[in-house]
C-alpha cells in the first residue's frame, strides 16, 4: 500500500482537511521531483486535492485544481508505456479502472462554475462529454442550465434522456412540463415502471396534476391532487400537500391556500418549500407579527435558501421598509436564481421606490420562469399603468385572457386595465359581473367592483356586495373598504366597528 492509496482512503472517509494538508506536500513533492510520481498518481492526488477545496467551498480554486488534473491526465493518456512499479511489473489494468473519472471531474468543474454563476462555462464543459458517456446527474444538470439559459429545445432533450435513463425521475417529469410538453406522452415515458412494480398507479395521476398546473388548468388540478391526497396511501404527505397549497394560491384561494401550508408545516416542522409563498399570503393579510416569527425560523434551519430571505423582505415590504424588502430580494435571488418569489419581491419594491424600468425586467424573467403564474402578470401590468403605458397593458391583460381562458382571475386582470380609462368603464363592470358569477368570493374582483360602485356613488349596492363576501370571510381590505362605504351613507357607528376589524 502505497501514499497514494493512503490518501485515496482518507479521501473516501470523509478527512477532508487532512486530504488537504497531505496532498497539497506531495504535489509539491512532485513538483520538485518529477520522477517521484507517477503521471496516473500524480493525477489521483490532483483530483483529491480538489475534492477537498470544493469540500471547503472554494469553488473557484477547486475548479482551477480540477483543470489542472484534466490536464494531467491528458499526459496520462498519451502515456504508452506505464512507468514500472516498485515490484519491477507495471500498473494492472484493475488499477487504472480504480482511477477517478474523468467524466466525474468535468462533472465537479461544471458544479464550481454553476454554483459561481459562470452558467455558460458549465454548460461549456458538460457539452464536451460525448452524450453517451453521460450520465443521468450530468444531463439532469444540463437540461436545468438549458432551461435558465432559454434553451427549451435542448431542455427538453436533455431532460427525456435522464428519463429514458430514470423513468422515476419526477423532478424530471415536473421539468419536461414546465417546458408544455404533453403530459400524455411524458406518461408514455414511464408507462413500462408503471406497469411492472406494484403500487405504482398514483404516478399516472400525479403526472396528469402537474400538467393541468403547468397548463394553467388550476381547477382540474385541485381536482386531481385532491384525489390523490385522499388515497390512504398518500395521505399526509407533504410535497402533495405543498402542492396542493401552491395550486390554490395561483388559482387565487388565499384561505385553502394557507390552510394546505399550515398543515405541510405541522408534519414537517423544517419544511422550506413553498414557505415563501406562505410567507407572502400572510405578510398580504397582515399577518406581520407570524411572518418575522415564520423568518426567524426558517433562517435557523437554514440560510442558504432563498425562501427565509424572501418571507423577510415581505415582512419588510408590508411593513413600507421598500429598500430592505429590496435588499433581501436581492440577497435571495443571489441564492437562487430561479426563485419567482424573490423575483416579485424585489420587482414591487423597485416599483414601489419609483425604479419602475428596472421592476419591468424582474417581472419579466418571473414570467419567463413561471408563464401560468397570474402574479407575475399582474405585477408587469401595474407597471405599465404607473407608467401611463394604458395601451401596453391593455395588450399584456387581453394576451393573458385569449391564452388562458376566461376565469375568474383574467377577467378581473382585463377589467382592472378597463377601469384606467373612462371609454371602458362599462366593459370592465361587465369582465368583474362575469368573475363574480364564476367565483363570488374572489377577492381581487369583489374589491375592485366595490371601487367601481365607489365611483358611480352607488354606495348601498356596495354595501350589499361587502356584506354578502364578508358572511363567508374575513378581509382586512373589505372591512376597510365596507367602513367607508358606511361613512358615505352617515352610519358613522358601523363604520368605527368596520375599521376596528380591519385595524385587529
Given amino acids: 500500500m502505497n501514499v497514494i492509496d493512503h490518501v485515496r482512503d482518507m479521501a473516501a472517509a470523509g478527512l477532508h482537511s487532512n486530504v488537504r494538508i497531505i496532498s497539497s506536500l506531495l504535489l509539491t513533492m512532485s513538483t520538485n521531483n518529477p520522477e517521484l510520481f507517477s503521471p496516473s498518481q500524480k493525477y489521483q492526488l490532483l483530483v483529491y486535492h480538489a475534492d477537498a477545496i470544493f469540500h471547503d467551498k472554494e469553488y473557484r480554486n477547486a475548479a482551477c485544481k480540477y483543470n489542472m488534473a484534466l490536464q494531467q491526465k491528458k499526459v496520462l493518456s498519451k502515456t504508452t508505456k506505464v512507468r514500472?512499479?516498485?515490484?519491477?511489473?507495471?500498473?494492472?489494468?484493475?488499477?487504472?479502472?480504480?482511477?477517478?473519472?474523468?467524466?466525474?471531474?468535468?462533472?465537479?468543474?461544471?458544479?464550481?462554475?454553476?454554483?459561481?454563476?459562470?452558467?455558460?462555462?458549465?454548460?461549456?464543459?458538460?457539452?464536451?462529454?460525448?452524450?453517451?458517456?453521460?450520465?443521468?446527474?450530468?444531463?439532469?444538470?444540463?437540461?436545468?442550465?438549458?432551461?435558465?439559459?432559454?434553451?427549451?429545445?435542448?431542455?427538453?432533450?436533455?431532460?427525456?434522456?435522464?428519463?429514458?435513463?430514470?423513468?422515476?425521475?419526477?423532478?424530471?417529469?415536473i421539468g419536461l412540463l414546465s417546458l408544455s410538453v404533453k403530459g400524455a406522452e411524458v406518461a408514455s415515458m414511464t408507462m413500462d415502471v408503471i406497469q411492472s412494480i406494484p403500487n405504482l398507479d398514483w404516478l399516472s395521476v400525479w403526472?396528469?396534476?402537474?400538467?393541468?398546473?403547468?397548463?394553467?388548468?388550476?381547477?382540474?388540478?385541485?381536482?386531481?391532487?385532491?384525489?390523490?391526497?385522499?388515497?390512504?396511501?398518500?395521505?399526509?404527505?407533504?410535497?402533495?400537500?405543498?402542492?396542493l397549497a401552491d395550486v390554490y394560491f395561483r388559482a387565487g384561494d388565499t384561505k385553502n391556500s394557507i390552510l394546505k401550508f399550515e398543515q405541510a408545516q405541522m408534519l414537517d416542522p423544517y419544511l422550506i418549500k413553498g414557505m415563501d409563498v406562505y410567507g407572502y399570503l400572510m405578510a398580504r393579510e397582515g399577518h406581520l407579527e407570524d411572518v418575522e416569527v415564520l423568518g426567524g425560523r426558517l433562517f435557523n434551519i437554514s440560510d442558504q435558501h432563498a425562501e427565509p430571505w424572501v418571507i423577510s423582505g415581505c415582512h419588510s415590504f408590508y411593513s413600507k421598509r421598500y429598500s430592505r424588502a429590496l435588499y433581501l430580494g436581492a440577497k435571495a435571488i443571489q441564492l437562487n436564481s430561479n426563485s419567482v418569489q424573490a423575483l416579485?419581491?424585489?420587482?414591487?419594491?423597485?416599483?414601489?421606490?419609483?425604479?419602475?424600468?428596472?421592476?419591468?425586467?424582474h417581472f419579466r424573467e418571473a414570467m419567463r420562469l413561471a408563464p401560468c403564474r397570474l402574479d407575475c402578470y399582474e405585477g408587469l401590468i401595474d407597471c405599465y399603468l404607473a407608467s401611463n403605458g394604458v395601451r401596453e397593458a391593455m395588450g399584456m391583460a387581453n394576451n393573458i385572457y385569449k391564452t388562458l381562458g376566461a376565469n375568474a382571475q383574467t377577467l378581473t386582470i382585463l377589467a382592472t386595465v378597463c377601469l384606467e380609462d373612462p371609454l371602458t368603464q362599462e366593459k370592465a363592470k361587465t369582465l368583474l359581473d362575469k368573475?363574480?358569477?364564476?367565483?363570488?368570493?374572489?377577492?381581487?374582483?369583489?374589491?375592485?367592483?366595490?371601487?367601481?360602485?365607489?365611483?358611480?356613488?352607488?354606495?348601498?349596492?356596495?354595501?350589499?356586495?361587502?356584506?354578502?363576501?364578508?358572511?363567508?370571510?374575513?378581509?382586512?381590505?373589505?372591512?376597510?373598504?365596507?367602513?367607508?362605504?358606511?361613512?358615505?351613507?352617515?352610519?358613522?357607528?358601523?363604520?368605527?366597528?368596520?375599521?376596528?376589524?380591519?385595524?385587529?
Fill in 435 to 504: 368573475a363574480l358569477a364564476q367565483r363570488p368570493d374572489y377577492i381581487k374582483a369583489v374589491v375592485k367592483k366595490a371601487e367601481l360602485l365607489s365611483r358611480e356613488q352607488k354606495y348601498e349596492e356596495g354595501i350589499a356586495l361587502l356584506r354578502n363576501t364578508l358572511a363567508n370571510q374575513s378581509d382586512c381590505v373589505l372591512h376597510r373598504m365596507l367602513g367607508d362605504f358606511l361613512v358615505a351613507v352617515n352610519d358613522y357607528q358601523e363604520a368605527m366597528d368596520q375599521y376596528s376589524i380591519a385595524l385587529r
Fill in 344 to 361: 416579485l419581491l424585489k420587482g414591487v419594491a423597485l416599483r414601489n421606490m419609483g425604479r419602475v424600468q428596472e421592476a419591468i425586467i
Fill in 84 to 173: 514500472p512499479s516498485s515490484t519491477g511489473g507495471t500498473t494492472s489494468a484493475l488499477q487504472a479502472q480504480n482511477l477517478p473519472s474523468e467524466i466525474e471531474v468535468k462533472y465537479k468543474i461544471a458544479e464550481c462554475y454553476t454554483i459561481l454563476k459562470l452558467d455558460k462555462d458549465a454548460i461549456s464543459v458538460l457539452e464536451g462529454i460525448p452524450s453517451r458517456q453521460r450520465t443521468p446527474k450530468i444531463n439532469m444538470m444540463l437540461a436545468n442550465l438549458y432551461r435558465k439559459a432559454g434553451q427549451e429545445r435542448s431542455a427538453v432533450t436533455s431532460y427525456k434522456e435522464v428519463l429514458r435513463q430514470c423513468p422515476l425521475a419526477l423532478d424530471a417529469i
Fill in 207 to 243: 403526472i396528469k396534476a402537474h400538467a393541468f398546473t403547468h397548463g394553467g388548468d388550476n381547477q382540474r388540478a385541485i381536482n386531481t391532487i385532491c384525489s390523490l391526497e385522499k388515497k390512504s396511501l398518500l395521505r399526509d404527505n407533504v410535497d402533495l400537500l405543498v402542492t
